[in-house]
Each structure stands twice: as C-alpha cells, then as structure tokens.
C-alpha cells in the first residue's frame, strides 16, 4: 500500500463540511487556497486507515457488467447491469436467478461509452414494481425510461419488456461520449440523474454552463403520482422561475459525472467526474444543500484554469473535495464510489472509495474529514462500486467480474504492506511487513496475467511473532505485460483473508536468452527464437557440464540444474553460424 495526497481540501481544524456556514462569503476562495497548498505536501497514510481487498464474487456469465443495483424490498437480490442492455438478476448469496430484461432500443458499440448505464428501482418498488433505466437510444441521445416487474415485485424476476415508457429524452447525437449513467433516489423520494456535457474536447458548445441545456448536469425530477405527464418539476428545485435556466437542473458545470452517489447514512452527495487531460476530481455536496451548485467545467477542470471565456469571479464556482492528476491523457478516469457504511468491517466505516477505471488505483477518503486520500490497488477496469440491502460494497468491473469489498481486519495479524518490483535479472521482488502475528498458518502468494484469475506459486510460513515480521519471495515468470499480486494469508484455523493487489509491468524477454538469470529453483528457462543445435552449460573453468541437442526446437526449454553447484556459468547456444552466450548464477 502506499500513500499520496489526493486532496483539494484539508483544514486541520475546521471541518470542511461547515466551511459554508462559518464563511458563507469566502468558503470557496478558501478551498482554492488550501487545494493549492495541499497539492505541494507528500503524506504517509496514517495507521488507522484499512487496507481493502477485492474478491472475486461473479466471473462467469457476464458481458460487459457495467454497474449494479439493488431494489430495497428485503430480498437481498442484486441486479447486474450490462452495457450491451441486458439487466441479469442475482440472490444474496450471487447465485444466478435469470434475465431480468434485455432494455430495447439501446444503441451500444464495442470500447465505446454508449449503451445501458444505470439503473434504478422506485422506492416503492414492492408495491407498484417500478423501476427506471438510463441508456443511449438507437440515435445517439441520452433517455430515462420506466419499465414494471412481471407479476409480483418480492417473488417475480423478470420484467415486463412490454411495459416500457420513455420518460425523457436529451438529445445527444453529434458525439458518442461525456453521456454521464447514474440514476439514483434520494431520501427526498425524487429521481437524482447526471449528465455529461455532449462529448467533444473542452465542451465545444458549452453545455455545461448553458442554463438551456440539460447536458453537463445534475438533474433532479419528481416520477411519482404524475398522472399523464411523464414527470413533473419537484417545485424546491433551485431554478424553478429563473429565466434562462431549465427547471429540471440540480446542478452544473459536470464534464463527465459518470458514476456518483449518496451516503446512504448522511445524504451527502459525492460526484466522481471525469477530467479531460490534467485533472479527475470527485466532488461534494452536502445533504443540507438546496441545489444550485456550479462544479466549474469548462471554466475550470479540477482546480486548473480550463476556458475561463464568459465565465464568472472564481468565487462562484464549487471546487473538488479532492483531484489527481491525469499524467497520460486518456488513461485515466475517474469512477465515482460509495461511502461504506456496512456492518462487517467496522475500519472501514465512514470511508468513501473511488477507483481509475485504468490504472486500478482505489482512492480511499475519511467521509467526516474529506481531504488525505490514501491510495491503495486494485483491479483494473472499476467501472462502478455498488451496496447491496445490507450495506456491504461492490465493485464492477467491465472486465466481467464482480468483486466484494473486504478489509484485512479478522485474522489474527496485521499487514502493514505489501509490494511487488521487477528487478533487473526479470524476477519480481515480493515484500511484505506485518505490524503482529498470532496463530498464522502461511502466506500464498498469487499472481495473474488478467486481473481477475490467480494461481499459487508460492507458500512461505509464518513467523509469528508478536512484533511482526519482514518477509521477501522472488517469483520468476515468463510473461510480458501487466501481472497482478496478492498475499493469501491463512490462520490455523484455515481461515483467510487476502492482501492489497499489487501491479507490475513486466518488460519483454530479451531473444534467446535465459530468464531470469539468477536461478534459484534448480530449473533453468531458456528461450529459444532463432534456430540452434547444441546448448551448453560451461563453468569458470570452460568445462561443459551440460550439452543438449536442440535442433529444430523453439520457444521455451527447461533444463533441471540441481546437479551443478552454486556459482556462476556461461550459457551457449551455437550452430555451424553463429553462437550466443549469457552468464548466469545459480543459487
């Protein structure tokens, strides 16, 4: 684990959430000022903050997952939303029931941003059997639309596809991305909705500061008990009666707000919205507010002067709880999380976790005090976080895995850290520290080329002492590309918890060539690209201790070296041309 500081906003001893009431007049330029301040200050995580894991709950059946949902009706069931349209419903304990529906009419392309993005149940959903879905229609434009549960809403599970009623539609045509894709009920019983701000670098035509558009906003709607209109206006909405500004907006100036949501305790509003090429920033909005909130896209993105033309006094803009900096334009992007507040990791209590959909890095803030970030790993692909009935948090990849959110707090140690490093001979160096132990059985160490599959390779006891202990596994593979780590730790008991995933890029394999060079398992790996005939192994004094025919044989080749001591020796490969040699050592 390490940490960074990923924050905009830190006062020591005022709380940030009060900055408004005891400063009405100048919060604003103060989170300015402290963002500013902050982003120059390099912190260690503190002690107290957990340490998350992602397990594999579903990895089979899914297409494209790209967010879920529950319905509130004391079913425990939990619905998988997928991008290409169809909605797959699951029990409490992720067994598969069936399709739930396949939403018509949903425009989708393979790596594109269009599709079905989110879905929502009524919170009356027991009784009436509604529920809502946010997509992109056949043309391109953004639609809300309502469907009702076939039969009855505690026992059905599927839904009536015949049922469907387009509620709103924004156009949204000209470009295929910035389309936002969260729905959500607030506890004020009104449909919350965001919306990207058209696609096309830097808002080319301003939607998100266009009071006339519905793009780049948050929007909040009334869908209940609305008689033949499709919705009505929830008349505390903050532009009802302003001229120039539609009465469906909450709030604006949102580049990207793909994935948000609410505290489910509190009702504070986090926002995880999508920068162009510096900046992603999550932003916030507590429950107390009454709308009317400017988030400053394309004026600003993140803290950053953007396009300040026609813009307003700095001051009037509502600036990010938190930002990171995006060093590769296009590889990175915010997801926005939730706050836990679930009942079996009481550590990670009151935490709101975002994640990058690219680089896997989960981003942990203190919802009560939002301005360290501690940074953490995790899989690649996060494209939403979800609670379940009971609290508990996760996390959709689009990858087609689900993993449950979980914390190293049960077993009897502490995991103080975990890393992994690709040293120059090509193996991987693996740390771990642990603050205590007590009745630890071993540690498995895992890896995997896809993110979401692991094999052992590794087993190393446990030490058990009371003041913790340092632990060191070099693992030696022939891949090349991004592999994930994690420790499995094991108490007598049998029980087990994993660790933080580690990333490492592992670099090409030279040709020809031994990998890695320093052996420590008694086999040695030869790869073999050009063509050959004899190898040979020659110590210090160039005697050939080993001599194998490989004519006509590439790729790689395992030769068992327990025979020969430890030391160093020259590897040959030759044919009636040419030969190549390398040293290597043996442990």
Not at 144 to 160: F, H, I, M
Not at 198 to 215: E, H, I, R, V, Y
Not at 408 to 435: C, H, M, Y
Not at 511 to 538: Q, W
Request: glycine share 10%; net charge negative.
């Amino acid at each position: 684990m390490r940490a960074t500081l990923l924050t905009v906003l830190q006062l020591r001893i005022i709380n940030p959430k009060h900055m408004s009431e005891l400063y009405p007049r100048h919060h604003k330029l103060l989170r300015i000022f402290f963002s500013l301040f902050s982003l120059f200050v390099l912190i260690t995580s503190a002690s107290s903050q957990p340490t998350i894991t992602f397990n594999s709950t579903v990895s089979s059946g899914l297409t494209l997952p790209i967010d879920m949902a529950n319905a509130g009706d004391g079913t425990g069931r939990n619905y998988i939303v997928q991008q290409q349209g169809t909605i797959r419903v699951y029990d409490d304990a992720f067994n598969f029931l069936g399709n739930f529906l396949t939403v018509s009419d949903v425009s989708y392309v393979m790596n594109g941003e269009r599709g079905l993005l989110s879905m929502a149940f009524d919170p009356d959903y027991a009784t009436n059997g509604f529920f809502y879905v946010y997509y992109t229609n056949l043309g391109g434009d953004l639609e809300l639309a309502r469907y009702q549960v076939s039969g009855d809403p505690l026992t059905s599970n599927t839904a009536d596809a015949g049922s469907k009623e387009i509620l709103l539609t924004i156009e949204h045509s000209s470009q295929s991305n910035h389309n936002g894709g969260k729905l959500l009920f607030g506890d004020d019983g009104y449909l919350y909705f965001a919306t990207g701000d058209g696609g096309g670098a830097g808002d080319p035509t301003n939607n998100a500061q266009n009071g006339n558009s519905l793009l780049g906003k948050m929007l909040r709607i009334d869908v209940t008990n609305t008689g033949t209109d499709p919705y009505l206006i929830p008349p505390s909405n903050p532009y009802v009666g302003v001229a120039g500004v539609l009465d469906e907006i909450w709030a604006m100036g949102l580049r990207n707000p793909f994935r948000w949501s609410f505290d489910s305790q509190t009702g504070d509003m986090w926002i995880g919205d999508v920068g162009q090429g510096d900046w992603e920033e999550i932003n916030f909005t507590p429950a107390s507010s009454t709308g009317g909130e400017n988030y400053g896209w394309r004026c600003y993105e993140g803290n950053a002067t953007e396009n300040t033309s026609g813009c307003s006094a700095m001051s009037n803009y509502d600036f990010p709880v938190s930002v990171y900096p995006n060093p590769n334009p296009g590889q990175s992007a915010v997801t926005g999380g939730v706050v836990y507040r679930g009942s079996t990791y009481t550590s990670l209590q009151g935490y709101y976790m975002a994640a990058d959909v690219y680089s896997g890095e989960i981003f942990l803030i203190d919802a009560d005090n939002p301005g360290l970030a501690d940074v953490q790993s995790g899989p690649t692909f996060i494209v939403s976080f979800a609670e379940t009935e009971d609290g508990e948090v996760y996390a959709v990849s689009l990858s087609g895995t689900i993993y449950a959110v979980t914390v190293n707090e049960v077993l009897p140690l502490r995991l103080i850290n975990f890393s992994a490093q690709l040293q120059n001979d090509g193996r991987v160096e693996l740390n771990w520290k642990t603050a205590s132990e007590e009745n630890v059985r071993d540690f498995e160490l895992e890896f995997s080329t896809d993110g979401a599959n692991y094999q052992k390779f590794g087993t190393v006891a446990a030490t058990n002492r009371p003041d913790g202990s340092n632990y060191q596994f070099y693992h030696a593979i022939s891949f090349n590309g991004k592999a994930a780590y994690r420790l499995k730790m094991t108490d007598i008991d049998g029980r087990s918890e994993y660790s933080n995933i580690v990333f490492v890029n592992i670099t090409g394999i030279t040709k020809n060539f031994v990998y890695p060079s320093i052996i420590t398992n008694r086999t040695m790996a030869v790869f073999v690209n050009d063509s050959f005939t004899t190898l040979e192994v020659i110590n210090s004094s160039g005697a050939v201790l080993i001599r194998r025919n490989i004519s006509g044989t590439t790729g790689k080749i395992d030769i068992p070296v327990n025979s020969i001591g430890s030391g160093v020796y020259i590897v040959q490969l030759k044919n009636d041309m040419s030969r190549i040699t390398q040293k290597i050592f043996i442990q």
